[in-house]
């Protein structure tokens, strides 16, 4: 050993990280968590919205190819338990969903990302976190844009048990405040057995549902889901004794359209990072200008911003 101090010594590039320190991976059980309280890394002083326009416009220019974020955490899992049958827990902030759950993080969640796969409901919550942490919280926007928790309203317990899954979304109504202001309440809507991820957006104050699908087709596919919306809706209005009553308008947005059987779940994730970016409650029919279509790199952005996230925070 002391023969090599001073001498060169190659290293693979792929394991050369500048400018970063490898965090601590402490192992976490199911049901004790890991405590998320880190402050925004947007000024509670910015202009709501602002830093989200700069921010959408940073696009990856290796389109289809790993960066060096993902090679990182890849690596970074490969090294833990998880690869192991382990799994994480994390908390997340009160304010996401209206209440405090956890998500469980496994092995197959984060192959999810790493292949390009067809995403569940864990990965679509823990983005929807992280635009919460790094994009909302601290801001106005809280109070413009809102989430519904895809594993409490989807098509299977609809099915189920319709009227509990109509009760759950008035309680995620009530818990937001009056909204006689325009709002947004994003419900990530999943067919069912890993099925089909589609957008519904609720504006409460002008009783107008959005629907976005990346695939062809509108809300008819899904009667019983339209059917729990509509109803939760009424009855909201009911408690909270509305009187200017009218018809609910359902808008079906021509949104960007996938090109294969496994990118709706990014999709989804896009239209509601492209709707708070751009801070818009009205969405057009035509969609936004902005963003006519997507490309990969569009998606490849968000699956390096998740990944730096997941790092950041220490969840591996």
């Not at 400018?19 to 049901?31: F, I, L, S």
């Not at 325009?182 to 549902?209: K, Q, T």
């Not at 936004?288 to 699956?303: I, V």
């Amino acid at each position: 050993m002391r023969d090599a101090v001073g001498s060169f010594v190659g290293w693979p590039s792929d394991l050369i990280f500048p400018d970063a320190e490898t965090p601590t991976r402490p192992t976490h059980k199911v049901g004790k968590g890991i405590s998320r309280r880190i402050e925004s890394v947007a000024s509670q002083k910015e202009v709501p919205g602002r830093k989200l326009k700069s921010a959408a416009k940073d696009i990856p220019t290796t389109s289809g190819t790993k960066s060096q974020i993902m090679m990182r955490l890849e690596k970074m899992v490969d090294e833990s338990d998880i690869m192991h049958g382990a799994i994480r827990s994390i908390d997340f902030d009160e304010g996401v969903f209206g209440a405090a759950p956890f998500e469980i993080i496994a092995k197959e969640d984060m192959q999810q990302l790493f292949e390009h796969d067809e995403l569940g409901i864990a990965v679509i919550h823990t983005y929807i976190w992280y635009m919460y942490v790094t994009l909302m919280r601290g801001t106005k926007l809280c109070n413009r844009f809102n989430f519904i928790a895809a594993s409490r309203i989807n098509a299977m317990l609809i099915t189920k048990n319709p009227t509990s899954v109509k009760n759950d979304l008035v309680d995620r109504f009530m818990a937001a405040g009056d909204n006689t202001t325009p709002s947004l309440y994003f419900l990530p809507f999943n067919s069912g057995n890993g099925g089909h991820w589609v957008l519904v957006a609720m504006d409460l104050s002008r009783l107008i549902v959005y629907y976005l699908d990346s695939l062809s087709g509108d809300w008819s596919k899904y009667p019983s889901m339209k059917k729990t919306v509509d109803a939760a809706i009424i009855k909201f209005r009911l408690k909270k004794n509305y009187r200017n009553r009218k018809d609910i308008t359902w808008v079906r947005v021509q949104c960007p359209q996938q090109n294969n059987s496994v990118d709706c779940g990014f999709f989804v994730l896009r239209f509601m990072r492209d709707i708070i970016a751009l801070n818009r409650i009205d969405i057009p029919k035509l969609y936004f200008e902005e963003y006519k279509s997507y490309s990969r790199a569009h998606l490849d952005e968000m699956k390096d911003e998740l990944c730096q996230f997941i790092v950041d925070q220490r969840i591996i």
